[in-house]
């Protein structure tokens, strides 16, 4: 435990966990489900949509650094960062349920109230928690473990948001199915609003209580002293991103990594609906695979990057899921492979598992951007530089959401015919595999310039803990 080495208990690691959970509880479901909601229960035209996505992250990019200087100056009485769990979680909760209520059907304005402030609120939750990561410890395999145990716990929110299909079919409406001769729940039509509603609301709720665990559970170590943050500035910022060279290549990956997860997982509820036909069982299973290879492969990391290093983790991975793309592109676009959904689950497995490890992986690298900085600068502005992961983050995820709405409307989809056209079909696929896989093989090439392997990393923490 000696000068910040700490070896943290399973209930720490979990304790700790416990918030990316709740995090993710609300964020996915708002990231995978709110443009959805949006086009086919709320009554917006997908390219408002689009532009207001766009909007809120431009927000998010002057609201992000105040934020993080703000809390790199503070030093509120329950600690620096996991105060914050408590402050904003309240808020969050409740503008995430207000996002998915219908009260104000089709108001472009009562959404981007809602959305502006859930968003603001998650970053007042989601800078801090990640600085909170690389407050707890500087040994690196501590940190490799708890990014696995993190991310798991992250997906395994996935796995429960992508059920939502599942959750809304016991609130919402039945109606009668000609085809199936059966009375049927349907989640993507206007009647199905309350049950968006019950349905928000109780992963919104669950995440404050997360939330308020993981305050419980984590302990500050690793913090600067008050009068050596005092001076934090806003413009302190930029100042460490340009003279933070991983910094800038991990940003650069994470507006990728995000741009591209935003799109696939906006794009699979159209895919399943459009392309698929799929009932609400399908939908939930087809998503399960997009998240069960993480409780396979996350345990497994800190063994593979033992074995090929980082940045071979990193190639290997990313090939597996632009391979996995590309397939299901070939299978999908060949008429009788297309109605074969036990071969399309087997694909999406394959592609998930490239994603999920790679870019679970990444939140590992972030602690060691913060004490690169520290290395060079002599300060250790961990929200900072969260700050500007959150940033480029909200950057992919602006991209991840404005792509798939331009790209509906320009192949003409229409929300109220439930089969579209071939041109619609076939833009909705291209969201799904050949646009992220494009983006995936330019992050293979933006990861490889990331320098700090373990051994260097290694001997900065040393040459920190001498000083």
């Known amino acids: 435990m000696e000068n910040g080495y ?7 690691r979990i304790g700790f966990s416990a918030g990316d959970l709740a995090q993710n509880l609300i964020y996915q479901t708002v990231s995978i489900w709110l443009l959805f909601f949006y086009t086919n229960v709320y009554g917006l035209n997908p390219a408002s949509s689009a532009l207001m996505f766009l909007i809120v992250r431009i927000i998010d990019v002057l ?12 030093n509120p009485r329950w600690g620096k960062y996991r105060s914050w769990l408590l402050f904003a979680g309240f808020p969050l909760a409740g503008f995430a349920m207000l996002c998915f209520w219908n009260g104000f059907s089709g108001s472009l304005l009562y959404a981007y109230i809602t959305y502006v402030g859930m968003s603001m609120c998650f970053t007042l939750i989601n800078v801090p928690y990640g600085a909170l990561n690389s407050s ?20 395994l929110a996935g796995l429960i948001i992508k059920t939502l299909p599942l959750v809304i079919a016991i609130f919402a409406p039945k109606v009668y199915n000609a085809d199936t001769g059966r009375m049927e729940a349907v989640y993507n039509t206007p009647e199905a609003a309350q049950a968006w509603f019950i349905t928000m609301s109780i992963f919104a709720l669950t995440g404050l209580a997360l939330l308020i665990f993981c305050f419980f559970e984590s302990k500050e170590r690793i913090v600067m002293n008050p009068d050596e943050t005092s001076e934090v500035k806003v413009s302190d ?16 990956f994470f507006v990728i990594s995000f741009t591209t997860m935003s799109i ?12 698929i036909k799929a009932t609400p069982l399908m939908t939930t299973a087809f998503m399960w695979m997009g998240t069960i290879p993480a409780f396979i492969f996350l345990p497994l990391v800190p063994a593979i990057k033992k074995k090929i290093g980082k940045s071979g983790m990193f190639r290997l991975f990313l090939g597996i ?27 999406q497995f394959i592609k998930s598992a490239g994603i999920l490890v790679a870019t679970g992986y990444m939140w590992a690298l972030v602690p060691e951007v913060v004490s690169y900085g520290e290395y060079t600068t002599g300060r250790r502005v961990a929200a900072i530089v969260n700050a500007i992961i959150c940033i480029f983050m909200k950057a ?24 579209q056209t071939a041109l619609a079909e076939q833009g909705i696929l291209w969201l799904v595999t050949l646009i992220p896989a494009v983006l995936f093989i330019a992050a293979v090439f933006v990861i490889g310039k990331y320098e700090l392997s373990d051994e260097r990393m290694d001997e900065i923490n040393l040459e920190i803990t001498k000083r």
């Open 136 to 155: 707890l410890t500087r040994d690196t395999e501590e940190i490799t473990v708890l990014t696995s145990v993190r991310m798991l716990f992250a997906n």
């Open 237 to 252: 910022l930029w100042m460490e991103l340009v003279r933070n060279r991983p910094l800038r290549i991990l940003s650069i």
């Open 396 to 419: 992919g995820m602006a991209l991840g959401g404005v792509i798939p709405g331009l790209v509906l409307t320009w192949v003409g989809f229409n929300s109220a015919d439930q089969n």
């Open 63 to 74: 609201w992000d650094p105040v934020v993080g200087a703000f809390i790199d100056k503070s």
């Open 321 to 347: 899921s632009v391979i996995g793309m590309v397939i299901m592109y070939i299978v999908v676009s060949i008429p009788a492979l297309k109605s074969c959904f036990p071969l399309l689950c087997i694909i």
């Open 6 to 12: 700490y070896k943290l208990t399973w209930r720490q």
């Open 264 to 275: 696939s997982n906006a794009a699979d509820s159209y895919f399943m609906s459009y392309n």
